[in-house]
C-alpha cells in the first residue's frame, strides 16, 4: 500500500515563521494558511526552488511574501539598501496588490519595498527607488523603462519571483522577461508561479529553475467546484438583449462580464449603460486612475456590473463576486476556468453563464472536454428566434441558473448518461453569501490609494 504525505500544517506557527511575520499574520486576521501556503512557505524558507499552479485566491502572493520578508530579514539591510527581491506581475493592478501585501505582512519586519508600473508619472517610483529598496514589485515594461534609464540595477538580486507567468506570456513579455532574467544574477532563489501551465510557461520555467519543487493545488483542467455552469445558446446579434435581461435579476449582486476585446468591453459596457443596468468597464487602454476607480466603485457596490478583458481582470481581487457571465466565449479553454473562478471563492457558491453563438461551439466543447463535463443548457430565453435550439419567441425572462438543478459532473455521470436537456424554466438563484476571508490568508485586497 502507498504510503500517505503527511498532512498540510494546520497553523501559521507550524511553518517555521519568525514571530514579526506572525504577530502581522494575526492582527490581519488570519489563522490558518491555505494548501499552497502550508505546502509551499517551508521549502522556501529552505531555499528551495518553486513551481507553483495555483488559481487566483489561493492565497499565493503569501506563499512567496512571507518566506522572501523572512530570508531578508536574517541579515541587516546593505548601506545604501539595493534591491534584494524582485517580483515580476503582468498587470498594473496585480503588482499594486502584492505591494500592498508585502505592506501588511512586513510591517514589523524593517525592510522597504516599492512598486513601479507604467501608465502613470515615473517621478515617486525613481524617488522611492534612489530613496533605497529591498523588495521591488515591477511590471515588466516599466522596469526595462527604468534599467535602461539608470535607475535600476539587479545585479544585488537574492530572490526572482514570476506571478501569473502564463498571462505574462499571453502578454507578450516573454523577450522582456527574459531580458530582465539575464539581468538577475545566476546565484539565486526563483518562484514561478502560474494559474495555468502552458507549454511556453513549463519551457521557460525548465529555464530559470533550479530543481523546483512543483506544487498543484488547482490543476488547470479542474474547475471550481460550487460553481453552478450554464450556457445560453444565442445568437451572436442578440447576446446584448440577453445580458441586459439576465441582469435584471437582483440575486446577481456583483458580476464579472467577461470579453475577448478591449473594443468589446467598451461596447457591452456603452449597451448596458443605456438601458437600466449600470456597469463600468476595465481594460489596459484605460488610464491607471479611471482603472483604480473603477475597481473601487466595484469593491464598495456602487458598481455591480462590471466588464473586463481577461489581461486587465488577472488583476482583480474583488470578495463577493456573485456571478460571472462569459460574453464571449474564450478561445482557450484553460481562460474560462480561470475566469469562472473569480466566483465561489473563499467556499462561497457562485454561478458561471456562458453566451455561445453558433461561431463559438466549437471552443465550448474544447472547454466542456477540458473540464470533464458538458454545462447545462438553459431553455428558452428572451433573446427572440433563431437564439439557439431551443429559443422560443415569447418565452418568459430567464434570468440565472436555477438553484435547483446542479450540474452533472463526468466523474458522477453514467458512460450512457443522455446529454442534458434544455431547462425549460429556470428560477433565479439565491445571492450567494459574499465570502469571508477570515481565517484563510489570501492576497491582500487592492486599496487604491
Request: glycine share 8%.
Amino acid at each position: 500500500m502507498k504510503p500517505q504525505p503527511p498532512p498540510d500544517p494546520a497553523r501559521f506557527e507550524d511553518l517555521g515563521l519568525v514571530e514579526p511575520l506572525l504577530q502581522a499574520i494575526r492582527e490581519e486576521g488570519y489563522t490558518a494558511p491555505t494548501p499552497i501556503q502550508a505546502r509551499a512557505i517551508p521549502h522556501a524558507l529552505a531555499g528551495k526552488d518553486l513551481m507553483g499552479c495555483a488559481q487566483t485566491g489561493t492565497g499565493k502572493t503569501a506563499a512567496f511574501a512571507l518566506p522572501i520578508l523572512q530570508r531578508l530579514m536574517r541579515v541587516p539591510a546593505p548601506k545604501p539598501r539595493h534591491i534584494r527581491a524582485l517580483i515580476l506581475s503582468p498587470t498594473r493592478e496585480l503588482a499594486s496588490q502584492i505591494g500592498e501585501s508585502f505592506g501588511a505582512y512586513g510591517r514589523h519586519a524593517g525592510l522597504v519595498h516599492t512598486v513601479v508600473y507604467g501608465g502613470v508619472g515615473q517621478g515617486s517610483q525613481t524617488k522611492a527607488i534612489r530613496a533605497g529598496v529591498d523588495i521591488l514589485v515591477a511590471t515588466p515594461g516599466r522596469l526595462l523603462d527604468l534599467m535602461g534609464q539608470g535607475f535600476i540595477r539587479l545585479n544585488g538580486v537574492e530572490v526572482l519571483v514570476l506571478d501569473e507567468a502564463d498571462r505574462m506570456l499571453d502578454m507578450g513579455f516573454i523577450f522582456d522577461v527574459k531580458r530582465i532574467i539575464n539581468a538577475v544574477p545566476l546565484s539565486r532563489q526563483t518562484f514561478f508561479f502560474s494559474a495555468t501551465l502552458t507549454h511556453d510557461a513549463t519551457d521557460l520555467a525548465r529555464e530559470i529553475l533550479h530543481e523546483p519543487l512543483r506544487i498543484d493545488v488547482a490543476p488547470s483542467a479542474t474547475t471550481v467546484e460550487k460553481v453552478q455552469q450554464w450556457v445560453y445558446f444565442v445568437e451572436k446579434s442578440r447576446k446584448a438583449r440577453l445580458l441586459e435581461q439576465i441582469l435584471r435579476d437582483p440575486a446577481i449582486v456583483r458580476v464579472l462580464v467577461f470579453t475577448k476585446t478591449k473594443h468589446g468591453a467598451n461596447r457591452v459596457a456603452e449597451e448596458l449603460n443605456r438601458g437600466p443596468v449600470r456597469a463600468d468597464v476595465i481594460h489596459s487602454n484605460r488610464s491607471q486612475s479611471a482603472r483604480e476607480r473603477s475597481l473601487e466603485h466595484f469593491r464598495s457596490g456602487e458598481t455591480r456590473v462590471l466588464v473586463a478583458t481577461d489581461i486587465a481582470a488577472r488583476g482583480i481581487d474583488v470578495d463577493g463576486i456573485t456571478h460571472v457571465v462569459n460574453y464571449d466565449v474564450p478561445h482557450e479553454s484553460e481562460v474560462y476556468v480561470h475566469r469562472i473562478g473569480r466566483t465561489a471563492r473563499a467556499g462561497a457558491a457562485g454561478v458561471a453563464l456562458t453566451l455561445c453563438d453558433r461561431d463559438e461551439r466549437g471552443m465550448l466543447r474544447d472547454i466542456e472536454n477540458l473540464i470533464r463535463m458538458k454545462i447545462p443548457e438553459v431553455g428558452p430565453h428572451p433573446a427572440g428566434p433563431g437564439a439557439g435550439p431551443s429559443a422560443a419567441p415569447g418565452a418568459a425572462p430567464h434570468v440565472a441558473a436555477p438553484h435547483h438543478a446542479a450540474p452533472h459532473h463526468a466523474a458522477h455521470a453514467p458512460a450512457h448518461a443522455a446529454p442534458h436537456r434544455a431547462v425549460a424554466h429556470p428560477a433565479p438563484p439565491p445571492a450567494p453569501q459574499a465570502p469571508s476571508t477570515r481565517g484563510r490568508l489570501r492576497q491582500r485586497r487592492y486599496n487604491p490609494r
